[in-house]
């Protein structure tokens, strides 16, 4: 019989998963590692990082935080508010619970008194409402909106982005989708330095269609 056991890790246990996540890199500011074992193999691991300052839908979440200060805001959200960045799980052991028992260890002894999750491939998974978060409604960033359109009046689909080398074409080939992407980068600090260099334009490039196609849902606990 299978035994699964969750402990504590560094970030060196997702380092193993880290390829297998489809928005790839490293979350900043992580703040607790679990790894999931499956009869002592890796299964997968959960990653919790210190969140964003500024999430609008916050004040639908958690109508009791000082929102309507920005100073008192952040400094709520820094004491008060750790996010799940990363669920991943060896897809040769997905479906069988190895998801949902790392969310579950993690919620009955969290960092902090209230957890969120921001996340895309959530439309396709019930992972978290399965392990008791509530859903809030996120109203799409002005930037996803408008690539939409963009990549619509250029009759390219965004599934058509999220190989590489196919961004890197079009990027190359057509300067009306170049300067929509570097429009959306720069709509945000955080894809900002994308603007730097062709390889992170490239890599913004299938983020950003992966966000326009699967816009991001929110969850929060409790």
């Known amino acids: 019989m299978n035994h699964l056991t969750i402990e504590p890790a560094t970030l060196d246990a997702y380092a193993h998963f880290e390829h297998l996540h489809y928005r790839g890199g490293t979350p900043r500011a992580v703040d607790r590692v679990l790894l999931a074992r499956l009869d002592r193999e890796p299964a997968g691991v959960l990653v919790v990082a210190r969140p964003v300052l500024n999430a609008s839908w916050r004040a639908h979440a958690w109508p009791h935080g000082p929102w309507h200060a920005r100073t008192k ?42 957890t969120e999750v921001v996340a895309s491939m959530a439309r396709s998974s019930p ?4 392990c008791d ?35 890197r074409r079009l990027l190359d080939g ?25 390889d992170l334009l490239e890599r913004a490039a299938v983020q950003a269609a992966s966000l326009v196609s699967w816009p991001a849902r929110a969850f929060v606990f409790p």
């Open 174 to 198: 057509q300067p009306r989708f170049r300067r929509a992407i570097e429009r959306w980068a720069s709509g945000s600090r955080h894809s900002r330095q994308a603007l730097t260099h062709i």
């Open 127 to 130: 992972l978290f409402t399965r």
């Open 73 to 114: 805001a952040a400094a709520f959200v820094n004491r008060n508010v750790r996010r799940i960045a990363r669920v991943v799980v060896d897809p040769q052991l997905r479906g069988v619970g190895v998801g949902a028992a790392l969310v579950r260890a993690y919620l009955a002894s969290p960092t902090t008194p209230l």
């Open 133 to 167: 978060m509530r859903e809030v409604p996120v109203n799409e960033p002005a930037r996803h909106q408008r690539l939409r359109r963009e990549l619509a009046a250029l009759h390219i689909e965004p599934w058509e982005l999220m190989d590489v080398t196919a961004a």
